[in-house]
């Protein structure tokens, strides 16, 4: 995994189907627009700070039984 968009995409997704939610509504819950864990995905760029606090949010929040993706460091 390269990119800090990329890893967060991963967590976001592999969060997503440990919940049973989708991406749409991981999106809103994590950043309050449906759509930005889209754009990110397809390319568009996050504030660090942006980024931070998403990864705390899924560390903090993550669902158990749900194994972190490998190759993305846990904040």
Same mark, same amino acid.
């Given at each position: 995994?390269?990119?800090?968009?990329?890893?967060?995409?991963?967590? /976001? !997704? @592999?969060?997503? %189907?440990?919940?049973?939610?989708?991406?749409?509504?991981?999106?809103?819950?994590?950043?309050?627009?449906?759509? /930005?864990?889209?754009?990110? /995905?397809? &390319?568009? !760029?996050? @504030? @660090? &700070?942006?980024?931070?606090? %998403?990864?705390? *949010?899924?560390? !903090?929040? *993550? =669902?158990?039984? %749900?194994?972190? =993706?490998? &190759?993305?460091?846990? =904040?």
């Amino acid at each position: 995994m390269n990119s800090l968009r990329s890893q967060l995409i991963v967590v /976001a !997704d @592999t969060y997503a %189907a440990g919940r049973n939610l989708s991406r749409a509504r991981v999106s809103t819950i994590v950043f309050n627009s449906g759509m /930005a864990l889209d754009r990110i /995905a397809s &390319g568009k !760029d996050l @504030t @660090t &700070g942006n980024y931070e606090r %998403a990864m705390r *949010w899924f560390r !903090d929040n *993550w =669902p158990e039984g %749900a194994e972190w =993706p490998s &190759g993305v460091e846990m =904040p």
